[in-house]
């Protein structure tokens, strides 16, 4: 069956431009997760959705960041003013019900969207 | 403090071998959920195995096997027989389940090279 899908794979963008990524996730997963990983690390956490609403947005560097999952299908990652400490590639992840205490669900992983902010 | 700290930048490895990539973690969650994920040149991260803080057992996928080690904290991943397609990053990362809220911690990661 289809994984999850990013797009676009690739983003490039000069500083204080407004950027939307998208992830489609697994049909049928109502979790959604966005992470960012630089270059040489972990991903880190950005949001997490269960459905439409977001149930934990800690991960979110500041109010440049956003995003949306209004039919709590395809979510869209929204960055605006660009910077180039922006520059990252931006993971998309689903799960089939989500986190929560003891859950042991597992986070299919889309390919990224790697967005250069010149 | 870090949460997940994986102490090899890089790993060699002759196929066939076994290998291990150590991780350890901190928390003072009771209940967590420890992950490693393999992540090759194409960029897409594939989940590979889970040990939950409260399973007796350490858990086992196939040539995989995750080194449970609770009071010292790690949770170290065993490959066995490797083979030339493992070559790739793996991450290790928790989740904490009442502390944590819903994200996922990664470390940094190690990156593993299968010599033929």
């Known amino acids: 069956g289809a994984g999850v899908s990013q797009t676009p794979s690739n983003k490039v963008t000069e500083k204080g431009k407004y950027v939307e990524l998208r992830c489609d996730p697994i049909s049928g997963h109502t979790a959604l997760y966005w992470y960012r990983q630089s270059l040489g690390q972990g991903p880190e956490f950005l949001i997490y959705f269960q459905g439409t609403g977001a149930a934990d947005d800690s991960g979110l560097p500041n109010d440049r960041f956003f995003a949306v999952r209004p039919e709590g299908s395809v979510s869209t990652l929204k960055i605006q003013r660009t910077e180039r400490g922006d520059s990252a590639v931006y993971l998309c992840?689903?799960?089939?019900?989500?986190?929560?205490?003891?859950?042991?669900?597992?986070?299919?992983f889309g390919p990224g969207t790697r967005l250069t902010v010149l | 403090a870090q949460k997940i700290t994986q102490t090899q930048p890089g790993m060699f490895v002759q196929e066939k071998e076994a290998v291990t990539l150590d991780c350890t973690y901190d928390t003072s969650d009771p209940s967590y959920g420890l992950f490693w994920y393999k992540q090759p040149s194409s960029g897409e991260m594939i989940f590979l195995i889970y040990q939950g803080s409260y399973d007796q057992q350490n858990a086992t996928e196939g040539r995989y096997s995750l080194n449970f080690q609770k009071a010292r904290k790690s949770a170290n991943l065993v490959i066995s027989a490797s083979q030339l397609g493992d070559s790739a990053m793996y991450f290790c990362a928790m989740r904490e389940d009442n502390t944590g809220g819903f994200k996922t911690i990664f470390g940094a990661g190690t990156r593993l090279f299968v010599k033929a």
């Open positions: 992840a689903s799960s089939l019900e989500g986190g929560g205490a003891g859950s042991t669900d597992t986070q299919y």
